[in-house]
């Protein structure tokens, strides 16, 4: 069964400091989808940033870089020049073929002014 | 465009009762899935539904069941609530693998 680890449940930082969130999941399959998410304190889940695993090149969305090693097995989220409004719990995602998607148990991450 | 709504945003039920969760999923996704968070255990899988039928199902006790309508809205329904039950129940709905979810702000249940 694929598994999704987060190890780092809480971490904050200064504003405008860059910030890494990590990720790595356990799967056989050669051929997945990543995901990070942001559920800030309102609780609305956004969909941050995606990655085909047979894709090399690392997704970009703005501030927000993966950096994906499909060997390791890991997919770290990297926030640049964070914001008072990036503070919210941030989930990693693994979906295969299943169309199921699993998520890790979160990281919770405060941006301090 | 409207996205995944779901209802009610809050619901208070006494032990022993049951629920019925609603979740409209964006116009066009065909798949909605559910899930339950809570703080201890994060995001737990419940059911995904595509098409009116059940493809998938995760590891929930047979209380929890739903459904899916032609119009692609589905519901949740939690049978004989246990105090365990208290949970923010998450609705999402996707055009297909890969895309991503697209999620509703959630139905919080607190079972008193």
């Known amino acids: 069964a694929q598994t999704v680890t987060q190890s780092q449940p809480e971490m904050s930082v200064q504003e405008a400091e860059t910030v890494t969130l990590s990720c790595t999941y356990d799967t056989s399959e050669s051929n997945y989808y990543l995901f990070w998410y942001k559920q800030p304190p309102s609780r609305q889940m956004i969909l941050v940033i995606r990655?085909?695993?047979?894709?090399?090149q690392n997704a970009t969305e703005n501030r927000f870089s993966v950096n994906f090693q499909k060997a390791a097995k890991s997919f770290s989220l990297k926030i640049s020049d964070s914001q008072l409004g990036d503070t919210a719990m941030y989930f990693c995602a693994f979906e295969n073929r299943d169309d199921k998607i699993i998520f890790g148990k979160g990281t919770r991450l405060h941006i301090l002014p | 465009k409207a996205g995944v709504t779901q209802t009610p945003r809050y619901l208070i039920k006494t032990r022993g009762q049951q629920v019925t969760l609603s979740c409209s999923p964006i116009?066009?996704?065909?798949?909605v899935s559910w899930y339950q968070q809570t703080p201890g255990q994060g995001l737990q899988f419940l059911f995904e539904y595509f098409s009116e039928t059940q493809r998938n199902k995760g590891n929930f006790p047979g209380r929890f069941s739903g459904r899916q309508f032609s119009n692609s809205r589905s519901e949740m329904n939690v049978s004989t609530l246990e105090l365990g039950d208290s949970a923010l129940y998450l609705c999402a709905s996707t055009p297909g693998t890969g895309n991503g979810y697209t999620f509703g702000s959630g139905t919080r249940l607190t079972v008193v």
């Open positions: 990655q085909e695993a047979y894709k090399q």
């Open positions: 116009s066009g996704h065909r798949s």
